[in-house]
């Protein structure tokens, strides 16, 4: 996929480096789309995690009838893991990183990928954390950088932000446009470059209110989800939903927030911040505002 408007979204070869939950499901969307794609990770292990990952939602996807075992076999030939980066690198047409939410870990792998890739290659971040005129200052190719913010779980939402910094082509943007809506998916155009981005600035405003809730003693964990699910619609409190995604991802996004404006109210909150330190991220690590048993099943407040 050259960075032209004009080109043919399925042309190209997609590299999706981090093989964590929302990177191996980012790569398998694309496969699904015909796309061919490299899932790249440092760690064997982690690949073959995502691999058997992969496996089971795709065996319940063609038990559902949702898809075909053609289908599935048809993705998993055009997805294929490595961890060689240099390899996988050298002939990708679009980039989509999916590391650690650390901004000199992106940093350095943008910069990193800007001597590996092709001239014409996209280089995307999935952050929702970081804007890419920070997360690409160290390339040659600021007009071709761009987020593509999927949501968690990538293969089910349809929502993707697309946003641009200063520097983004309307070419890189065309072409980004393009293959999320290859991938079924709907695009979120931000013309300007916010911290948060859309969704996760109306959710953080959420989110930040429950915790003043539950920080001030006027209701429960369990109680708040609850008036979110039958007083507002929402399909999950948000006590759940910061357990589905990680609390690490959102204190992250709290703590990005923080470094960009120097406001004390943009700092993550106290409950938030003792259960990251504590190690309890959710339902990744069987406790967060909920405890979980092996099979991610809710038992009880935490």
């Known amino acids: ?53 992969l496996t089971g939602v795709m065996e319940r996807r063609v038990a559902k009838g949702r898809l075909s075992q053609a289908e599935s076999d048809a993705a998993f030939a055009r997805l294929e ?59 040659e190719r600021p007009d071709r950088v761009c987020n593509l913010h999927f949501f968690n779980p990538a293969l089910v939402m ?40 859309v969704a996760n600035r109306i959710l953080g405003a959420l989110r930040d209110e429950a915790v003043a809730l539950l920080e001030g003693g006027y209701a429960s964990v369990s109680d708040i989800d609850k008036a979110c699910r039958t007083a507002l619609g929402h399909p999950m409190g948000p006590f759940e939903l910061q357990d589905m995604t990680g609390l690490d991802i959102g204190h992250a996004v709290k703590q990005g927030r923080y470094a960009e404006s120097g406001d004390p109210a943009d700092q993550p909150q106290r409950s938030l911040a003792e259960r990251v330190e504590a190690g309890h991220l959710g339902r990744k690590t069987g406790q967060g505002w909920y405890r979980y048993d092996s099979e991610g099943n809710k038992l009880g407040e935490a």
């Open 1 to 53: 996929m050259e960075n032209n408007a004009a080109d043919t979204p399925t042309d190209g070869r997609i590299l999706v480096v981090g093989a964590g939950a929302m990177g191996s499901q980012i790569a398998m969307a694309c496969a699904l789309a015909g796309y061919r794609v490299r899932l790249h990770d440092i760690a064997e292990e982690s690949l073959e995690k995502a691999r058997a990952n």
């Open 81 to 139: 893991s490595t961890t060689d980066l240099d390899g996988a690198a050298v002939d990708a047409d679009v980039v989509i990183e999916a590391a650690v939410e650390k901004l000199e870990v992106k940093q350095d792998l943008f910069a990193r990928l800007d001597t590996l890739c092709p001239s014409h290659t996209i280089l995307a971040s999935n952050s929702s954390s970081f804007v890419p005129s920070a997360i690409g200052a160290r390339t």
């Open 158 to 197: 349809k929502c993707v932000e697309v946003v641009r910094s200063p520097d983004t082509s309307d070419a890189t943007m065309d072409a980004a446009v393009a293959l999320v809506e290859r991938l079924g998916k709907e695009a979120v155009v931000l013309n300007k470059e916010i911290n948060g981005f």
